[in-house]
C-alpha cells in the first residue's frame, strides 16, 4: 500500500512542554494524547546508499516500511516521501522481504542491504481535526534512544517534533499549528529524518548522483556532466514506480531517461571515449526496448478508450475486445521489463550510469576552441540534421517521413537543453520551439500507431 506523506519536522529541547494545540478562535481542535512505544530497525548498504538520498528501509512494530522521496515542497521545510507497506516476516531477526528489497534495488544495486540501527521510541500523539471531523493534522512527540549494534545499550539520545499533514490541512490550519509550537520554543523547520540523525555524519554526504548547477559560461566538462546526471536520476527516481505498475508516468519517465541518455551520448560523440559511450548507448537501447513495450500499450490503451466512449453503443463491443487485447499484451511486455529490471545486467548498467554521472569519460583536448564555441556547435550538428530531414520532405510526406523528423526533432530539442544552462536565451528558445514540433509529429505518430 502506498501513501504520501507530508511532514514537518522541528528541533525542540529537552525541557520542551507541548502546548495546547487547540485554536480557540479557529477551526482546529486537539483529541486527547496517546503514548506510544515503538522500536524500529533500519537497513542499508554499507555507504549508506539509502539515508543519503532521503529513502529508508525499516521495520517497526507496525511492519514493514519503505520510504522514498519525493521533490521537495517549497512552502513551511514540508519534508514529502512516498510511503509503502510491504508485506513481510515479522519478529526481531526478521530480514527485509524480497518486495522491500526489489522497490529500493535501483539505489542499492548489487550491494548488500543489512540491519544499520535499532532505534526506540516514545511518542506522544494528538490528533487535530475540524469542528466537522476532518483530520487536519497528526502532531508527534518523539524522544528517540538509537541502541548500539547487537546491544540494548543506549549510545545517543534526542528529541524532535512532526507534524505530519494530512489531505485536509490547508495553508490555514499548517499555519496556525507552526505557530503555536514555535511560540512555545521549538526550532525551526528541520528536514532532517531520525535515521539520519541516528547514523551521524556519514548519513548526510552527498548521494551516489548529484546534478551540479550550471551558470551562464559553464565549462564543457559540466555541461556533459549535468546532462548525464540529469537523466541517471530521473532514472533512479523513477525506478520504484515502474516496479509498482500503478502509476504509467513513473514508465513514461524513466524511458525518457534512457532516450535523453542515448541522444546525448551521441550530442557529445566528439567528447567522450566513443567505445565507452557506443557501449552505454547499446544497453540504454535494450532497456528502452523493454520500457517502451510498456510504454506504447499504454499509450494506445488510453487513446483507444478515449475514442471507444464516441461510438455507437453497436460498435462498443470491438472496443473493447481490442482495449482487452492491448491489456494482455502489456502483461506481457510488464513481465519483461520487471525480469529485465532483476537482472544482473540491470544492476551493472545502473553501477556504469552511476559512474558516468559522477565522471564522464570525456577526452583531453588539445584545441584552442572557446568553450562556447564548442556547446554551439553541440547543438548546430543535430540541428543541421533536422532542417536536412525536413528538406527531404515531399510535398505530401509519408508517415515513416514526418516520424524520422519527430526523432531528429528530439535529438536536437536534447542538445539544445543540455547546453541551454550555460548558452542562455538562444538555446532555452530554440528548445522550445522544438518541443513544439515534437509534440506535433507525436501526436501524429500516435494517431498512425493506433
Avoid: C
Amino acid at each position: 500500500m502506498s501513501s504520501a506523506e507530508r511532514e514537518i519536522k522541528l528541533a525542540v529541547a529537552e525541557e520542551f512542554t507541548l502546548p495546547p494545540l487547540t485554536d480557540p478562535g479557529g477551526d482546529v481542535f486537539a483529541g486527547p494524547p496517546e503514548t506510544l512505544e515503538l522500536s524500529a530497525r533500519y537497513f542499508d548498504t554499507e555507504d549508506l546508499r539509502l539515508s543519503r538520498v532521503g529513502a529508508s528501509l525499516r521495520h517497526r512494530d507496525d511492519g514493514w516500511t519503505v520510504k522514498l522521496p519525493r521533490d521537495p515542497e517549497e512552502d513551511d521545510g514540508v519534508f514529502a516521501r512516498e510511503e509503502l507497506s510491504v508485506p513481510g516476516p515479522a519478529g526481531p531477526a526478521a530480514s527485509p522481504p524480497e518486495r522491500a528489497l526489489d522497490l529500493v534495488r535501483a539505489l542499492t544495486r548489487a550491494s548488500a542491504v543489512e540491519q544499520v540501527a535499532e532505534l526506540r521510541t516514545t511518542r506522544r500523539r494528538v490528533q487535530l481535526r475540524t469542528s466537522e471531523g476532518r483530520d487536519v493534522a497528526e502532531v508527534v512527540d518523539d524522544r528517540v534512544e538509537v541502541l548500539d549494534p547487537g546491544s540494548s545499550d543506549v549510545r545517543q539520545r534526542f528529541r524532535e517534533l512532526e507534524v505530519e499533514l494530512r489531505d485536509g490541512a490547508t495553508d490555514a490550519h499548517r499555519s496556525v499549528v507552526l505557530a503555536r509550537l514555535r511560540g512555545a520554543g521549538a526550532g525551526p523547520p528541520d528536514p532532517t529524518p531520525k535515521i539520519v540523525r541516528a547514523l551521524g555524519p556519514a548519513a548526510t554526504a552527498p548521494p551516489d548522483v548529484v546534478v551540479p548547477t550550471l551558470e551562464h559560461g559553464a565549462s564543457v566538462d559540466l555541461v556533459v556532466r549535468r546532462a548525464i546526471a540529469s537523466s541517471v536520476e530521473r532514472l533512479l527516481r523513477n525506478d520504484p514506480g515502474v516496479r509498482m505498475g500503478d502509476d504509467p508516468e513513473a514508465v513514461h519517465q524513466a524511458r525518457v531517461a534512457t532516450r535523453r541518455l542515448r541522444s546525448d551520448l551521441r550530442t557529445f560523440g566528439a567528447l567522450v571515449d566513443e567505445q565507452w559511450a557506443d557501449s552505454l548507448r547499446d544497453d540504454l537501447r535494450w532497456l528502452g526496448d523493454v520500457l517502451g513495450a510498456v510504454r506504447d500499450a499504454d499509450v494506445l490503451i488510453d487513446r483507444i478508450e478515449r475514442k471507444d466512449e464516441r461510438l455507437p453503443d453497436t460498435d462498443r463491443h470491438a472496443g473493447k475486445a481490442l482495449v482487452d487485447q492491448l491489456r494482455a499484451d502489456r502483461d506481457r511486455a510488464r513481465t519483461q521489463l520487471l525480469r529485465a529490471l532483476r537482472s544482473d545486467r540491470y544492476d551493472t548498467l545502473l553501477d556504469r550510469l552511476v559512474a558516468a554521472a559522477q565522471r564522464p569519460r570525456l577526452l583531453l583536448r588539445v584545441d584552442d576552441v572557446d568553450d562556447a564555441d564548442v556547446l554551439r556547435q553541440l547543438v548546430r550538428r543535430p540541428w543541421d540534421r533536422l532542417r536536412d530531414a525536413v528538406a527531404e520532405l515531399a510535398p505530401e510526406p509519408s508517415d515513416a517521413q514526418l516520424h524520422k523528423v519527430r526523432i531528429a526533432a528530439k535529438r536536437a530539442r536534447y542538445a539544445a537543453e543540455a547546453v541551454e544552462p550555460a548558452v542562455g536565451k538562444r538555446a532555452r528558445v530554440l528548445a522550445r520551439a522544438l518541443v513544439d514540433v515534437q509534440d506535433a509529429l507525436g501526436e501524429h505518430q500516435d494517431a498512425v500507431v493506433a
